[in-house]
């Protein structure tokens, strides 16, 4: 009988081959291992009784073959039969055998598989309580899935990975927002409750908020008048600087970094002012510029040579050496007004947007390295903390795009926004926060493409600056002490 042969040392090829065919016959769930590569049908014993306990004892005996030194059996490791081989390891018991196959699966598979095997093969560790293979499929999974093959999978399924892997993710921080009236509201980043606040001028917009990063912390904002403000973040009732000068709307704010020793601001008057932080002086105006200036940015620290660029309603970008304020490059393309603009972690790229043509452009070396189109005009844009990848929002469809900044490819639009996106930021640990024009904040975990947390500020009314759209960054966070980029 097939248990007392199993008692035997013989580990001639012939038997194992005899054993693979009594499997194919009897055991159904094993139709895709038996095939002509793994097990060849040599020998016909499909008369032979199969039990549960006999099948054990096959793949005891299998497994033993393998885990020895040398290897007395070299198995095929290929996709499917590991996956048959775990359905028949989990039909009779064999839990040494089990556990064998779930880090075969782990170590050759789990990080090639497509997102849509991925979803099927933690849903089927689960099923079986194959507890390594599902924590590091779900992992795998959390990380890296389209939002559609996650919303595909079982809600059990998908609440679990999202209470294991999400939830995991303490969020220290703070949300701060400019829009309408005159307003400016600080909320925590984990809980969404409110923190403080800033009343102007209930007839204007604040059109820009920007936070430093490092040294001393200051806030900045713009409003419909031509005056910057530089607020104490920890007490908004501190003002600590009103910078005056531009004779026109400043739209957009911006620190130098890393401890925000100078704050850039763009103005409608045609003019970048860059002013010293602590001594609330103008150490230099920028006046290239021959339409509004609607976005400014300073190069990020890890740069050696630290640059500003700017962008203007009169289509051009133009990028400034800061230790000199010379003219570096003229970047031309668009065919309206430049309304974002940014750089990659390591500086090495630049991203503007236009308010009109709905282009997004990659530049480098003042030269254009990629055109991305949009469905209607980009209202943000930021690269996420590895630069691996390139968020972007829109004005007239509800959602948010994560473009690869190499290949082009529009790797996912995330459509859970419930009305145009208006800004959006990154965290430092990756966490991006957008506001939408009915006042929404979402939260979100780009792994999953979901949000952690949604809430509604009260008293922001953005969306009164939905008609006539114009330039501006609405959003920043701090997170452990931290800017938002």
């Given at each position: ?11 001639d ?62 198995l ?49 560790a ?103 403000q ?52 103008c ?37 400034y ?38 282009l ?17 005009p ?9 630069g ?26 995330i ?25 929404s ?29 114009r ?14 980029r």
């Open positions: 009988g097939l248990g007392s042969t199993l008692n035997t040392a013989d580990t090829t012939n038997r194992l081959y005899a054993l693979g065919s009594i499997l194919k016959a009897r055991a159904p769930v094993l139709v895709d291992l038996m095939n002509t590569e793994v097990f060849p049908s040599v020998i016909d014993l499909s008369t032979s009784e199969l039990t549960a306990s006999a099948l054990k004892a096959t793949l005891d005996y299998v497994h033993g073959a393998l885990d020895t030194e040398p290897h007395r059996l070299e095929v490791r290929d996709y499917s039969t590991l996956c048959s081989m775990l359905n028949a390891a989990h039909y009779c018991g064999a839990e040494s055998f089990q556990l064998w196959i779930e880090t075969a699966l782990i170590e050759d598979h789990i990080y090639n598989i497509d997102a849509n095997d991925l979803r099927n093969l933690t849903e089927d689960r099923a079986k309580n194959a507890n390594v293979l599902y924590v590091a499929a779900s992992r795998e999974l959390a990380r890296r899935a389209p939002v559609d093959v996650l919303r595909s999978a079982s809600s059990d399924v998908l609440a679990e990975i999202i209470q294991s892997q999400v939830q995991k993710k303490d969020v220290q921080g703070e949300i701060i927002i400019a829009g309408a009236p005159g307003k400016i509201v600080s909320c925590d980043l984990k809980s969404g409750s409110f923190l403080q606040s800033i009343q102007g001028d209930i007839n204007s917009v604040c059109w820009s908020v920007a936070i430093s990063s490092g040294g001393a912390r200051m806030l900045a904002s713009t409003c419909d008048n031509s005056k910057v530089l607020w104490n973040p920890d007490n908004f009732d501190q003002v600590v600087h009103i910078f005056e000068g531009h004779t026109d709307t400043v739209w957009t704010v911006a620190f130098s970094q890393p401890a925000g020793a100078l704050l850039a601001s763009a103005s409608q008057d045609c003019s970048v002012k860059i002013w010293n932080t602590s001594k609330g002086t150490v230099k105006t920028l006046i290239d510029h021959t339409g509004g200036v609607g976005s400014v940015c300073f190069s990020p620290e890890k740069n050696l040579s630290s640059t500003l660029i700017s962008g203007s309603a009169d289509t051009t970008c133009r990028v050496d800061t230790a000199n304020w010379t003219l570096l490059y003229t970047l031309s393309g668009h065919a309206g007004s430049i309304n974002c603009l940014g750089y990659s972690p390591n500086a090495a790229t630049i991203v503007s947007t236009g308010n009109t043509d709905n997004m452009k990659l530049w480098s070396l003042g030269e254009c390295l990629r055109t991305f189109t949009g469905d209607s980009f209202t943000c844009v930021a690269f996420t903390p590895d691996a990848t390139l968020a972007s929002s829109s004005l007239s469809d509800a959602s948010i795009k994560l473009w690869c900044p190499v290949s082009g490819t529009l790797l996912q639009v459509t859970e926004p419930s009305s145009a996106v208006y800004s959006i930021a990154f965290a430092d640990d990756g966490t991006l926060v957008s506001v939408a024009s009915d006042s904040i979402l939260v979100w975990d780009l792994a999953l493409s979901i949000s952690r947390l949604a809430f509604k500020v009260e008293g922001l009314d953005m969306a009164g600056i939905v008609h006539g759209f330039p501006g960054k609405f959003l920043a966070l701090r997170l452990n002490n931290e800017s938002s």
